[in-house]
């Protein structure tokens, strides 16, 4: 069952946020989330484990509601190089850094 | 750290060739991932090894579709008599058993004519 994100697009003003939401059917061990730029490997921003464990740059941050099975991705004072695809990436309660199955993604635009 | 590198980047390939990808992981992974991206999707799940075993195929892995990781290094993914519907982005990540992040290449685009 593929994640769902929202929005699926949103458009900001340098120095504005912004707020990502993930949400799974399915229990979760963990959610990682990755940036993309067009033509571009996903990059890796932040991962959320189950217990309350996080690991990710220093100026994104995250939560995870694990009784919702819900992530939401925070961005603030929001730069040029901020834009692309954002997808989060879910893993199932097997855990061990096994599958992602990711979402549709959410297209985000930084204008000056 | 030179990060996980693929090749070819591009391939441009008829209908029914047999095409092979090539995956050089960070090199104190051991564990190595396959991923399919079609315009405007996520990633979709391949297969997965850790060191030279294969531990999980995906379903939408075709009987045309042979990963391998012979020396628990660099993986290599072979798509047989390929269809029109086999275009996509092909991407590798990789991750250590003991970290949770998998950090990926830049992919292979593949356009089957």
């Known amino acids: 069952q593929q994640p769902v994100q929202s929005p699926q697009a949103v458009i900001l003003r340098e120095g504005e946020d912004a707020v990502i939401n993930c949400s799974s059917s399915k229990a979760l061990y963990s959610v990682h989330w990755y940036r993309q730029k067009h033509g571009e490997a996903p990059v890796f921003l932040m991962i959320?484990?189950?217990?309350?464990e996080q690991k990710g740059h220093e100026k994104i941050s995250a939560s995870f509601n694990e009784k919702k099975q819900q992530s939401s991705l925070y961005l603030t004072a929001s730069q040029l190089s901020y834009s692309g695809t954002y997808f989060c990436g879910t893993e199932g309660l097997t855990g061990g850094g096994n599958k992602l199955t990711f979402g549709t993604g959410t297209q985000l635009k930084v204008e000056l | 750290d030179t990060g996980v590198s693929q090749d070819p980047r591009h391939k441009i390939t008829k209908r029914g060739q047999n095409v092979t990808f090539r995956c050089d992981p960070i090199s104190e992974h051991n564990r190595l991932y396959w991923y399919r991206q079609t315009l405007g999707q996520g990633p979709e799940f391949l297969t997965y090894?850790?060191?030279?075993?294969?531990?999980?195929k995906s379903r939408l892995l075709s009987d045309r579709f042979s990963a391998e990781r012979p020396k628990g290094s660099f993986s290599t993914l072979e798509i047989q008599r390929t269809e029109q519907g086999d275009s996509a982005m092909y991407l590798c990540?990789?991750?250590?058993?003991?970290?949770?992040?998998?950090?990926f290449g830049p992919g292979t685009r593949l356009t089957v004519l």
């Open positions: 090894f850790q060191n030279e075993a294969q531990l999980e």
């Open positions: 990540a990789s991750s250590h058993h003991r970290e949770y992040t998998q950090y």
């Open positions: 959320l484990l189950k217990g309350g």
